[in-house]
């Protein structure tokens, strides 16, 4: 008797957007998100690239911020082909600002996602996500002010800037 086995390509996803798919972390993402982290390109507005350790650090703390929370920085794949591209997704920030501790919604995609929407796309599903099933009532974004792509993606999914807020008077 012969048992034949199929694979599927169906993955676990939280949920899906039209082209992308957002899962929790797991250890056979820290080779593909450990380039993404190392590239000086993607890095640019983070303080220093990532080596292969403080990825897998990275990864350990996202997978324990979604036990703890039920959201993390989604690993975020497009659906057609499985492509692990980066992360979308939302955490807590508690660094001491004026605007913490809230939920943030951010993004880190390889070079090859860049320009095709995914971002945007993305980050409007999570937001959906974390609005419709979290039932959260702000979400912040921040980004530094070179960071004009990020500013672009915040603006595209409805962000108001705060600073230009504050300066035309609408925070009296």
């Not at 676990?12 to 982290?37: C, P, V």
């Not at 403080?54 to 703390?61: G, H, L, N, V």
């Amino acid at each position: 008797m012969h048992i034949s086995k199929t694979l599927s390509l169906e993955k676990e996803y939280i949920f899906k957007s039209e082209r992308l798919g957002f899962r929790n972390w797991t250890e056979n993402d820290l080779a593909e998100f450990a380039k993404i982290n190392a590239d000086l390109e993607v890095m640019e507005h983070f303080p220093k690239p990532l080596t292969e350790k403080e990825t897998a650090e990275f990864i350990d703390r996202l997978k324990n911020h979604y036990v703890k929370h039920g959201y993390n920085y989604f690993a975020t794949e497009i659906l057609e082909s499985g492509e692990l591209i980066g992360f979308i997704g939302l955490a807590l920030q508690e660094y001491k600002t004026d605007f913490t501790p809230a939920v943030d919604i951010g993004w880190r995609l390889k070079k090859s996602a860049w320009g095709k929407g995914f971002a945007t796309e993305g980050a409007k599903k999570c937001l959906e996500f974390a609005f419709n099933e979290l039932n959260l009532d702000k979400i912040i974004s921040t980004c530094t002010e070179k960071n004009t792509k990020s500013e672009s993606v915040m603006k595209k999914i409805g962000m108001v800037n705060l600073d230009e807020l504050n300066r035309a008077g609408g925070n009296q």
